[in-house]
């Protein structure tokens, strides 16, 4: 599904990402670990068209290559970023917001556009799956949010648009035992054969939750040791330091 | 339609287009025969021919203003038409049916039809083609309940006694250059009048359009809420592409009497220029209300997305005890549009509350500054204001400027001022993207949030036009 082939970035003549190979496959579930400053974040933004690197190397989603392609347009074609922080939009509905990137993505795969009534009982549904409390959705958009409100609704919006590469962000920092547990539900009950997740995390704990298939180490801006789910384990009795 | 081409391949600016029509104009220049001209050509009584004259002696010894940060070339008054109007117009008609296919097919275009069957449900509309009112809607329904909607020229003939009474009550003659320019040549606009203890059933509204070249609009508004009344009032604005500068002095009076209510909404959207500033509308505007009964309120709402420059401070004068008085605004200013504008809230009552919010929008190389006045008297005890101003840049190229004037003159009242100014975030436009929308509709959305507080105080019929029309003025800032 994503091929990364020999990615190199920077930012004003700083190199973050310095030959990054990687394959994902649909149907498999990646972690990248990684120390701070290791370019993990960096990864997620490139994935999603972040303007503002300069890039070289290639990216192929389901054989496209993505170098000309708009984070509006990528994330029509299926990229999901769920983010590290989301971000406070003052004014603006929940709802409203979800129901505008829903029907934006919805006409151009082609499907007929959800009226108000329809994409409320949709919502309603996802959100009562993960516990998420209706008043919130009249709010506005993660303004006053928790840190954990915030990240649920990361989640509910990845399970209203229905992406195929999800890209989680840190999804776990600052996210108490039980908001962790919904989160990882969230992402557990959204696999399927034909979806593919790439989670960023520092510690192993959301990864005792959502088993991964492969866990990488990535260190200064390469992946320099890619193993099985215990892996993760292994580095958080060790650290990195001794890779 | 001379104009046709320009439309189609101008989506900015839709209204652009100019209807070519026959018209009737006063001689150029600023003297008293074109005052004559006006007077006679309204077939006004002598009281009110001598009004205009004496706002007329009194202009030849004011100054035009020059404390506003816009600048701009100075104004040739001796080459202006002051009166336009199409030759159809001077014909009586009993009927909308008979008006001018021209100008019904305008007004059509701009998306306010005025014939019976197609007509906007529960508004009430004049519609103000350069300097006359060329049609006004609903008018028996409004009469069966006492409510006088008309054009003010139709006003000063039959309702004398109400348009002398209250006519220049909030803005004497001799306020300031422009409001006495008006005051000596003003042509036409709507009169509004509320009976006790009446609530209008519906909106009342009126459409200014400037057509004709070289010609300056000066309209004047006087809307008289009696005891215990209620009106919602709509007026909306727009000109052609020109590359000239065109002048609309408009003077608004509002007067609110004891527990009665005037809202007043305005979407202007005269022709803002070019992407270079060339041409567009000066829009310098009095607006006054005076809340002179006890526990009246008035509260002006405006969304200010067009003019070249625009330059006015809607205010109340809160007399009346407990009389509550609003401002809520939004200015969009865009390429090289500049505007001047904010509130002033007079206290004089006792326990008179006042509350501004301003939301000020920046973008290309364009400059926005809120000025406002909060004057708190003596004899206003207990007396409270809450202004809020945020100021939103795109861009790096822009403006913001907020300058607030504060004045208590009492140890028991309260006032409150906050002030932001952010720019349009980056990082929120990135999430936006990632939700699969594209640079302007993520504009749109995050402009329209910030402008929410005062869009929700239109009247339902306009606030989804005026979120069309915040996201077009803005279209092409970004990115």
């Known amino acids: 599904m994503l091929e990364i082939k020999n990615l190199k970035t920077s930012v004003n003549d700083k190199t973050i990402l310095n030959g990054l190979n990687l394959n994902i496959k649909a149907g498999e579930v990646h972690a990248i670990m990684g120390p701070n400053g290791s370019g993990k974040s960096t990864l997620a933004n490139i994935l999603s068209g972040k303007q503002g690197y300069n890039v070289s190397g290639e990216i192929n989603f389901k054989g496209e290559d993505l170098n000309k392609v708009s984070i509006e347009e990528r994330a029509q074609k299926g990229i999901f970023l769920a983010f590290q922080y989301p971000l406070e939009i003052p004014g603006v509905n929940t709802n409203n917001f979800l129901k505008t990137s829903l029907n934006t993505i919805r006409k151009a795969r082609g499907q007929k556009e959800l009226d108000t009534l329809s994409f409320l009982n949709l919502v309603k549904k996802k959100s009562a799956e993960l516990g998420i409390d209706e008043k919130f959705l009249s709010r506005q958009l993660n303004v006053g949010f928790s840190g954990g409100e915030k990240k649920k609704n990361e989640i509910l919006q990845m399970k209203l648009l229905e992406p195929e590469f999800i890209v989680l962000d840190e999804t776990d920092s600052g996210l108490d035992i039980d908001a962790l547990r919904i989160v990882a539900d969230g992402v557990n009950s959204s696999r399927t054969k034909s979806n593919a997740f790439l989670i960023i995390t520092h510690y192993q704990r959301l990864l005792d939750y959502i088993k991964p298939d492969f866990v990488h180490v990535l260190s200064n801006g390469k992946i320099t040791k890619t193993g099985n789910s215990s892996l993760g384990i292994e580095l958080e009795k060790t650290g990195y330091a001794n890779l | ?479």
């Not at chain 2, 100054?63 to 014909?91: G, T, V």
Request: with cysteine; proline share 4%.
């Open chain 2, 1 to 479: 339609m001379k104009t046709q081409k320009d439309i189609n391949t101008n989506q900015e600016y839709k209204y652009g287009f100019s209807t070519d029509i026959e018209n009737i104009r006063s001689p150029k220049g600023l003297n008293e025969d074109t005052i004559k001209f006006i007077s006679n050509i309204k077939k006004e009584p002598k009281w009110m021919l001598d009004w205009r004259l004496k706002a007329f002696n009194r202009l030849k010894i004011l100054k035009e203003p020059n404390w506003q940060k816009p600048k701009y070339p100075k104004i040739d008054y001796q080459n202006l038409y002051y009166y336009s109007a199409p030759k159809s117009s001077s014909k009586k008609i009993n009927s909308l049916d008979e008006i001018d296919p021209k100008i019904l097919e305008t007004y059509n275009k701009l998306g306010i039809p005025l014939q019976e069957q197609e007509r906007l449900s529960g508004v009430a509309v004049d519609a103000v083609f350069d300097s006359v009112s060329v049609a006004t809607t609903f008018k028996e329904a409004l009469t069966k309940k006492g409510i006088i909607f008309c054009p003010i020229s139709e006003a000063i003939i039959k309702h004398p006694d109400l348009v002398k009474k209250y006519l220049g009550s909030v803005i004497p003659i001799t306020d300031h250059y422009f409001a006495t320019l008006n005051s000596a040549v003003f042509t036409d606009g709507s009169f509004v009048y509320i009976p006790p203890n009446v609530r209008c059933p519906m909106e009342l509204s009126t459409y200014f359009r400037i057509n004709a070249t070289e010609t300056g609009q000066f309209e004047r508004t006087l809307i008289i809420a009696d005891k215990g009344s209620y009106v919602s009032y709509l007026e909306g604005c727009t000109a052609p592409m020109r590359d000239e500068n065109q002048l609309h002095a408009a003077n608004v009076e509002l007067i609110a009497l004891d527990d009665a209510e005037i809202k007043y909404s305005t979407v202007q959207n005269w022709y803002p220029g070019d992407k270079n500033g060339v041409g567009g509308i000066y829009n310098f505007v009095t607006k006054r209300g005076a809340c002179r009964g006890k526990n009246s309120k008035i509260s002006w709402t405006q969304v200010e997305t067009g003019s070249a420059i625009t330059w006015k401070y809607p205010s109340c004068i809160l007399q009346g005890d407990n009389s509550v008085g609003e401002f809520y605004s939004i200015a969009i200013t865009n390429n090289h549009q500049k505007a001047d504008t904010g509130t002033k809230m007079i206290h004089l009552g006792k326990n008179t509350k006042s509350k501004i919010i301003s939301k000020g929008i920046s973008a290309g190389k364009a400059d926005n500054t809120y000025r406002g006045l909060v004057d708190i008297s003596t004899k206003a005890t207990n007396s409270r204001n809450y202004t809020q101003c945020d100021s939103l840049l795109m861009g790096n190229q822009c403006g913001a400027h907020t300058v607030p004037y504060i004045k208590n003159k009492n140890a028991s009242s309260t006032i409150e001022h906050e002030a932001t100014t952010t720019k349009i975030n980056e990082e929120q436009l990135f999430y936006c993207n990632q939700r699969g929308l594209n640079q302007e509709e993520a504009v749109s959305l995050i402009v329209n949030g910030f402008c929410k507080e005062v869009l929700q105080q239109l009247p339902m019929e306009f606030a989804v036009e005026a979120q069309k029309l915040v996201s077009i003025s803005l279209e092409g800032s970004v990115g």
